[in-house]
């Protein structure tokens, strides 16, 4: 406060803080910054989206190959006949046979008609399971824009193959994966 005595009269003098503008203009600032860098940003963002659909995927066709095994232990080291024959003899979470990069199919609903509303690919008559080279299972390569394909094995693991080397798999030329 600051006081001045004009003509003999005191008067006071209160400042006001100018403290609300400069806020504003700042929060202006910050924003307009922000909004600059979302372009930059985005890129980035959809990459780790697609590293995180990639482990979700991976994970259903672990359960997939999972329930696999747990057939062929129920029924004396036999592989089921089909997807459907599978999911009559074992309890199935549905949920888990749609790829998370599969927007087309979306919740599954009703009865399960496994060819319909399943995202993974299953070879039932490959061998026998534990064979670590051989391919039981996969997802759809063009759900992960090209890329490739999550590839399930027979021991239970789970490998990402780019697109040639899974094609060659796929069709058992080995002269592809060069």
Known sequence: MRTTTIRGVRLIRVQRKKTGARSALLCLIV????LAAVPRLSPALGRSREVSQ???CASNLRYLGQVIHDYANAFDGAMPSSLDALAEAMPLDRERLIC???RARGPMTGSIVIGANCSYLVFLDRGALGDPGMM???C???LHEGDGANVLFGDGSIRWEQDR???SMLVGDPELER
Request: proline share 11%; no cysteine.
């Open 31 to 34: 924003g307009l910054a922000g």
């Open 54 to 56: 990639r482990i979700k």
């Open 100 to 102: 998370p990069n599969d």
């Open 136 to 138: 039981i299972g996969s």
């Open 140 to 142: 759809v390569p063009h």
């Open 165 to 167: 080397v899974f094609t």
